[in-house]
Nanobody, 124 residues
């Protein structure tokens, strides 16, 4: 079992940047592929970015490609999401998730462990 705690959300203006962090505790962090997801009010939870357990394979949703960057520091049990050039449509609760596998995938159902989420609000 792994516990995940996100931080770094907040209220920003369009064009600003934020860095989200997700700290894991419990089982060996490096055994898990990690993903970032988000859920806006009235919408389904959607994939944002994923990183393999060694950090060598990364995927992004088309909507954030070129603006967001995912990374991980296995020594610190932490995965990051750097979000640049934020848009109002990026407003959502952002969740990190862990999957006991080599690579990350886009399907919500493939992740067994979730954090509580952190709110990101982008004003226009």
């Amino acid at each position: 079992q792994v516990q995940l705690v996100e931080s770094g959300g907040g209220l920003v203006q369009a064009g600003d940047s934020l860095r989200l962090s997700c700290v894991a505790s419990g089982r060996t962090f490096s055994a898990y592929a990690m993903g970032w997801f988000r859920q806006a009010p009235g919408k389904e939870r959607e994939f944002v970015a994923g990183i393999s357990r060694a950090g060598s394979t990364i995927y992004y949703a088309d909507s954030v490609k070129g603006r967001f960057a995912i990374s991980r520091d296995n020594a610190k049990n932490t995965v990051y999401l750097i979000m640049n050039r934020l848009k109002p449509e990026d407003t959502a609760v952002y969740y990190c998730a862990a999957r006991n596998s080599v690579v990350a995938v886009r399907n919500v159902l493939d992740y067994a462990y979730w954090g509580q989420g952190t709110q990101v609000t982008v004003s226009s």
